[in-house]
């Protein structure tokens, strides 16, 4: 097998990525088609829908060699309103699971994509990344004799606590209120009420389970997996899941953040005002809040959380959009949702930004008045913040963001969990005494944070970076990556 170079040329391989239709999968599957393209001359296709495609054209498509292929979706025919083919744009849990159905009617157009490709260019060595959640690319790989990988867009620690949960159901063998999840360490307890609903419930048989599982038991017969992390700060995580798959080779290409110009444009207006409020605060002095793309927290929380912030006093910026169980797109109504003349007394006293519905979250974090980020742990948001050395006050919501937040808090000590899933209760004097522990980086528990975030910090530039002939664990990553790419 020939080793390869950027240099030899070899534009005759072909990698088609086929991400799932939300946000928080889009942005890493763009990053790993341009951290490619830094090392290879392949050429790369992503495939998705419609309006995804103006999305990524109009916002993040900076590179002219990534090509786009459109998935023919009409969300309409699904029962979703029409331009809703991203988790980002629904308004419902359960416009959620119809998109989450629907996104296996693309199979057919992938297959015509795919059969397209190979008559226009016989001579290509294709080969798919597909998504965790697009397991069926494996059967159409499978058809055409064709390489496929699984790009999970998460971390390992939390690839394998979601797998193994989902697959396993551990919790329902168990009395007590903590139980161990198969594939970790025995002495390693995770516990029911950091679990969301449907999860904590479900016996295997509602559509969320029989979809995840479907997926990942197909995405587990591709030949190999991608993880969006690094081989320095997760070393537990990626060892576990190597020997949880046996003989799948697994590889670390992270951390893979979109780029902060690119993000830039999306926020188009809603930068300036974020960047000069923060430009008058005191360096490490300001806490930001958000939870991701697609979550939110409960009513009552989300009036717990703004009484925590007033009673600490420390200055906040807050991505904030309906509570759970409203419109997340909708209306924001501050007179219902947060205490009486919040807002206006926030605005007044200049203690606290609140941006409604999105943030230009890279630039807030990169910004040098940030001390911390109150986070759902979405992965993108965990890799994001650890990029600037910003520890972080976890509050799980979904998916596999609670497995996170414990190996942010236990494994690499950057977090503290202030509570988890949209049913928890939780009071204004606890968000506060978390903030107030947090936000203090000159002695404690504070201090800890900061310096260790800081340390990830460096780790994850090195991951990525190629000093002469020095190169970090996830160029090498990619290097054999690409040999395996490159056997017949
Ligand atoms: N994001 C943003 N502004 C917002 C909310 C989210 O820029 O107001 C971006 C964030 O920077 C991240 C992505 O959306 O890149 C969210 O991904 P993550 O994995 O953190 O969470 P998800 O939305 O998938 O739950």
Redesign the pocket.
Known sequence: MAEYSKKDGNENVHIVMLPFL???HL?PFLALAKQIQQTTSFKITIATTPSNIQHIKHYYYDHNHVHLAELPFDPTQHGLPPNSDNTKNLSSLDAMLKLTMASLSLEDPFRSLILKIKEEEGHSLLCIISDVFVGWANNVAKSFGIKNITFTTCGAYGTLAYISIWSNLPHKNSDSDEFWIPGFPQNYKFHRSHMHSTLRETDGSCDWSRFILSQIQLSMKSDGWICNTAEEIENLGLELLRKFFINLPVWSFGPLL?PLAL?GKERGKGLEPCIEWLDLKDERSVLYI?F????TISAFQMMALAEGLEQSGRSFIW?IRPPFGFDINGEFNGDEWLPKGFEERMKNTQKGLLVHQ?????EILSHKSIAAFLS?C????VL?SLSYGVPIIGWPLA?EQVYNAKMLEEELGVSVMLTATVESVISGEEVKNVIDMVMDQQSGKGKEMKVKAKEIEVLMREATTQNGEVKGSSIRAIDDFVKVILQN
Request: charged fraction near 5%; proline fraction near 4%.
């Open positions: 939300a946000q928080g942005i979109q993000q958000c991701g793309s697609q979550n991505v999105w943030g230009p979250q890279m759902h979405g992965w993108n948001s994001e998916a």
